[in-house]
């Protein structure tokens, strides 16, 4: 019913800036709350950033500064932007979509590899 698609992952070198986004298609829905987890290897998933549909933005402490996630809502579309990357941020990035009915969907995954 739904599909989460991502882009914008890739590798960059320690202080530089990416921008993800994540876009879900389908035929009718209704969204609560737009987010993006990382895992990194050997590393529990984690909440980077998450935002209402409304606005209302939370960060991780360790992005907090850096990190800015924004919406499209009329294109259903999440994105993220990362400033002053640090190897640490290296992780594969998911994006999470949580609907109003309470069902989650997950996108695919993107790398982003930070180099020092």
């Known amino acids: 019913q739904v599909q989460l698609v991502e882009s914008g992952g890739g590798l960059v070198q320690a202080g530089g800036s990416l921008r993800l986004s994540c876009t879900a298609s389908?035929?009718?829905?209704?969204?609560?709350?737009m987010g993006w987890y990382r895992q990194a290897p050997g590393n529990k998933r984690e909440l980077v950033a998450a935002i209402t549909t409304g606005g209302i933005a939370n960060y991780a402490d360790s992005v907090k500064g850096r990190a800015t996630i924004s919406t499209d809502n009329a294109k259903n579309t999440v994105y993220l932007q990362m400033n002053s990357l640090k190897p640490e941020d290296t992780a594969v990035y998911y994006c999470?979509?949580?609907?109003?009915?309470?069902?989650?969907?997950w996108g695919q995954g993107t790398q982003v590899t930070v180099s020092s």
């Open positions: 389908g035929r009718s829905f209704s969204i609560n709350t």
């Open positions: 999470r979509f949580l609907m109003t009915d309470r069902y989650v969907y």
